[in-house]
């Protein structure tokens, strides 16, 4: 079969189901597995397709016509202009997370010199952070055992030196350490709404990751109390959450001690985190 008859094939399949771009994802998916740009697809429109890879391709249609993401498919996902590998045990990075990164890196001072990234999942943020501010000692943490491989995996691909802990939240951290920045982007959907998200969600990124408790907020009400203690003088917290949540996310910050606490919003101008400073004298 010929690229172009396999292109139209995978869109025609892909159309069955609700994906806003079937042709552009069919398109991707076959350069994918011919391992080449998409532009190629058009100039070699009229070459085979051995078996081999005809099979493969189709497989992956299939996959992807059961909801399952398309960066899992490839393995692949873009953040803050760094190419990252993912698959299930860990979130795909999101571009809304990447206001939350270049909002921590513009409020961190030049002579900031540690980071803490808590469930840190794929690494994207403490590695793009270490990527873009190498003088950064990054450190990330994360629960999950297989998680943590992937972000190793991710920080030897983007040459960033990364000091990883199998922690859940701060448990594991040295108690004596103090950072400068503590970024996270924790699970912060409320139970009962998970049932509710896309089918690509709920179905295959890992619930470990999303799941915030009863109400959303119990990895921010654990986490607030001992970031506080953690921080440097004059440290920031950088906290990502949902739409909604930002307002009570500051509350809880003042609540817990911290000053000067703001939105963070992302491109659209909805609530996607917050930031907030350790005071010099608590």
Known sequence: MTIESLINRGTLALKQ?????????????????????????????????????????????????????????????????????????????????????????????????????????SGAIGIAIGRLRPDLSVTVTDISEEALTVAKKNAKRNGVNLRLIQSDLFEAVPETERFDLIISNPPYIPKADIQRLDRDVKDYEPLLALDGGLDGFDFYRRMMPEAFDRLSPKGLLVLECGYNQ???????????????????????????????????IA
């Open 246 to 280: 930002g307002k009570t996310l500051i509350d809880m910050a003042k609540a817990a001690g911290f000053t000067d606490v703001m939105l963070i919003r992302d491109l659209a101008g909805l609530q996607r985190g917050i930031i907030g400073i350790r005071p010099e």
């Open 17 to 121: 189901v609700i994906i806003e771009q079937p042709r552009f994802e069919a398109e991707l998916l076959l350069a994918f597995v011919l391992n080449c740009e998409r532009v190629s697809l058009y100039t070699h429109s009229k070459d085979d397709v051995d078996a081999c890879r005809e099979a493969h391709y189709m497989s992956l249609i299939d996959r992807r016509l059961k909801g399952e993401p398309y960066a899992y498919l490839t393995g692949t996902k873009e953040f803050m202009g760094l190419s990252f590998y993912v698959d299930s045990n860990v979130l795909i990075p999101r571009p809304d997370t990447e206001c939350v990164v270049e909002a921590a890196l513009k409020a961190l001072p030049k002579k900031g010199k540690t980071v803490l990234d808590l469930c840190t999942g």
